[in-house]
């Protein structure tokens, strides 16, 4: 297995690719999170700023939309976490001011 991942690596290098390189070391050490920490970047620093989560539950589900859409599929797990965690903040929000 390791002579096949670093072969999968080697390639990238082989084809001059250094940014490829570089995604792929992350990638392979902390998977799907690596896509998240990016975007963990943004949202937390938003939230401090407006102190509202629907703020942030709307961004979530738009940029989990842009995430399954245009990124691979590794991605696409974060992508549709945030969606879900958006819709479910969002419809917490809906039935808390219900009651």
């Given at each position: 297995?390791?002579s096949?991942?670093s072969d999968?690596?080697s390639?990238?290098?082989?084809?001059?690719?250094?940014?490829?390189?570089i995604?792929?070391v992350?990638?392979?050490?902390?998977?799907?999170?690596?896509y998240?920490?990016?975007?963990?970047i943004?949202?937390?620093p938003?939230?401090?700023?407006?102190?509202?989560?629907?703020?942030?539950?709307?961004m979530w589900?738009l940029l989990?939309?842009?995430?399954?859409?245009l990124l691979?599929?590794q991605?696409?797990t974060?992508?549709?976490?945030?969606?879900i965690?958006g819709?479910?903040?969002?419809?917490?929000?809906?039935?808390?001011?219900?009651?």
């Amino acid at each position: 297995m390791l002579s096949v991942f670093s072969d999968l690596l080697s390639q990238y290098l082989m084809n001059g690719d250094l940014l490829g390189f570089i995604n792929a070391v992350y990638l392979s050490l902390l998977g799907e999170i690596w896509y998240a920490i990016p975007l963990a970047i943004i949202f937390i620093p938003l939230y401090i700023k407006t102190g509202s989560l629907t703020y942030c539950s709307i961004m979530w589900i738009l940029l989990g939309s842009i995430l399954v859409g245009l990124l691979p599929a590794q991605a696409a797990t974060v992508g549709t976490t945030f969606i879900i965690l958006g819709i479910a903040v969002l419809l917490y929000k809906l039935v808390s001011r219900a009651f």
